[in-house]
């Protein structure tokens, strides 16, 4: 079992930053991707941003140019710089771990609001 604990609740104004982490403990495995995903209200959860154990990023179109993400594997930390934040933006989002190619291996934090005011 994995455990995520995710950080960096979030009000901010639009034009505004904010950063995410989450932090992966439990039965770690080397290779991963760690990632971010977003639910806003009557919506269905969308990718974010995700890195993989090597570093390779994949951005949701919507968000590149503006969001960044990083890990430190050391730690088993992914970090979501978002910068530009606009009131789209706004949603839960959910720190995600899993093996790249065991899909059992999938585990989801429990979700931290971001939101952002017009």
């Known amino acids: 079992q994995v455990h995520l604990v995710e950080s960096g609740v979030g009000l901010v104004q639009a034009g505004g930053s904010l950063r995410l982490s989450c932090a992966a403990s439990?039965?770690?495995?080397?290779?991963?991707?760690m990632g971010w995903y977003r639910q806003a209200p009557g919506k269905q959860r969308e990718l974010v941003a995700v890195?993989?154990?090597?570093?390779?990023?994949n951005y949701a179109d919507s968000v590149k140019g503006r969001f960044t993400i990083s890990r430190d594997n050391a730690k088993n930390t992914v970090y979501l710089q978002m910068n530009s934040l606009k009131p789209e933006d706004t949603a839960v989002h959910y720190c995600?771990?899993?093996?790249?190619?065991?899909?059992?291996?999938?585990?989801w934090g429990k979700g931290t609001p971001v939101t952002v005011s017009s």
């Open positions: 439990g039965s770690i495995f080397s290779i991963n991707a």
């Open positions: 890195i993989i154990s090597g570093g390779s990023t």
């Open positions: 995600n771990y899993r093996h790249p190619a065991i899909a059992i291996l999938d585990y």
